[in-house]
């Protein structure tokens, strides 16, 4: 069983609807001014986003509880998906955030960022 996680920009196109869960990363502090095009994936995009918010690592502590949770309910795949304006910061980091949460607790996991139109197999 995988969980399938997917950050996406809702500003390009509304999240897949067929996802079990929708985390808003809207809230996550936008590091566009400081960090410009560097995508979520970049380890300075990171360190702006968790020095601007330090809870932020909190929220997505408790997004891949919520994830871990129902991938133990589940006996199929699990769509999840992270959602910011334009799929190329906030969401991204999240996402990879959350997968290394979950990879560390066992968890098979395939990470695609659509807005980067990237995916890993």
């Given at each position: ?101 979950l990879r560390d607790a066992g968890i098979q996991v395939r990470l695609a ?9």
């Open positions: 069983m995988t969980v399938h996680l997917v950050s996406c920009g809702v500003s390009v196109a509304p999240p897949p609807v067929e996802a079990d869960m929708v985390f808003d990363c809207l809230n996550i502090p936008d590091p566009s001014p400081v960090v410009h095009d560097l995508p979520g994936t970049e380890p300075v995009t990171a360190s702006v986003i968790e020095t601007a918010n330090p809870l932020v690592t909190d929220y997505l502590s408790a997004a891949a509880m919520s994830v871990q949770f129902l991938h133990e309910l589940r006996s199929s795949d699990i769509l999840v998906v992270f959602a910011c304006s334009a799929g190329w910061h906030r969401s991204v980091y999240a996402a990879e955030k959350v997968a290394g949460m960022h659509r807005d980067l139109g990237t995916e890993e197999l």
